[in-house]
């Protein structure tokens, strides 16, 4: 059991904003999963002792579970032990110049990211499908009665998207995202609970995410697959042109610069340039997955 401080919280928002300001600097996903589920766990003591007011409730907790301060370092220590490290080994180390250059190449992070650039077009389009056809049909039918259950129903549909998505990006990209979805309010009022789903940025931040995945997750896929297949190409052409006997010719339509990529010179001009290349598109890869793990994580996370 451990005594309350006499500057202990007495509400449940005076809880959460001290919780939040005892995390202050750990992920936005970590940071909105451990004030959902100190909201949930607070709310449903309140429903079970409706005869006690928040801050006997608050007295209890705090007397089991201890400050809020006490309940954000047992978040970050599980947060880290879940993740099999500490926030000290998660930290990057400085890099020589080589290792700056050639280190995305032994990175299992830049392999991923390039995994999530081929799925973020059939993504995309699911979820731009999924968007489009939800905002239409909840504005069509809402002159219907049938047209509020629908548009509820395609509110909370976002939301477990959100959560799917949070967890791919979190899995490819090692953004931090949420495990579980928002709170809600337990056995209140079914407008209240419909009211704050409903006027949660989250939610419409998550509808404009699933809008943007379509262009975003075109982009990626092109990029991923044209670098791909045109570096493999500059790299094996040549040599399989030569082991064919020239039944699969590499043509640039150039007869000189086809002569020399044939000769040995040119050979390994085609191989330096195609490493060389994707170098590059390795780089451009772990780019792309820090940029969208942020994008994610400002549009699916709120704290």
């Known amino acids: 059991m451990r005594n309350?401080?006499?500057?202990?919280?007495?509400t449940i928002a005076a809880f959460l904003d001290q919780l939040r300001q005892a995390l202050e600097g750990a992920p936005k996903g970590l940071i909105q999963d451990a004030l959902a589920d100190a909201e949930e766990h607070l709310r449903n003591e309140m429903a079970q002792n409706p005869g006690k007011s928040e801050a006997e409730i608050l007295v209890q907790v705090l007397t089991t579970y201890g400050s809020p301060r006490d309940v954000a370092a047992e978040y970050?220590?599980?947060?880290?032990?879940?993740?099999?490290?500490?926030?000290?080994?998660?930290?990057?180390?400085?890099r020589s110049l080589m290792g700056r250059i050639f280190g995305p190449v032994f990175e299992g992070r830049t392999y991923a990211s390039i995994l999530y650039m081929l799925l973020a077009l059939p993504l995309g389009t699911f979820y731009f499908s999924w968007a489009t056809t939800g905002i239409s049909l909840s504005l069509g039918l809402m002159i219907l009665i049938i047209g509020i259950p629908v548009t509820l129903i395609f509110i909370f549909s976002v939301r477990i998207i959100a959560l799917v998505e949070g967890r791919i990006v979190e899995t490819l990209l090692g953004v931090r995202m949420p495990r579980r979805l928002p709170s809600e309010v337990p056995q209140g009022p079914m407008l209240q609970r419909i009211k704050r789903m409903v006027t949660d940025r989250r939610t419409w931040t998550a509808m404009f995410y699933m809008l943007l995945m379509l262009p975003l997750g075109t982009a990626y896929f092109v990029l991923a697959v044209i670098s791909t297949a045109f570096?493999?190409?500059?790299?094996?052409?040549?040599?399989i042109t030569k082991m064919s006997e020239g039944r699969?010719?590499?043509?640039?339509?150039?007869e000189r610069l086809?002569?020399?990529v044939m000769s040995p010179q040119g050979m390994a001009t085609c191989i330096v340039l195609g490493l060389i290349g994707f170098l590059f598109f390795f780089h451009i890869a772990r780019g792309v997955g820090r940029a969208h793990g942020r994008l994610a994580e400002s549009l699916l996370v709120k704290i």
């Open 76 to 94: 970050r220590k599980l947060d880290a032990n879940g993740n099999g490290h500490s926030p000290a080994v998660a930290a990057r180390a400085p």
């Open 248 to 254: 699969y010719k590499l043509d640039f339509g150039v």
């Open 231 to 239: 570096f493999s190409a500059l790299m094996a052409g040549p040599i």
């Open 258 to 260: 086809n002569e020399f």
């Open 4 to 10: 309350a401080s006499p500057n202990a919280p007495r």
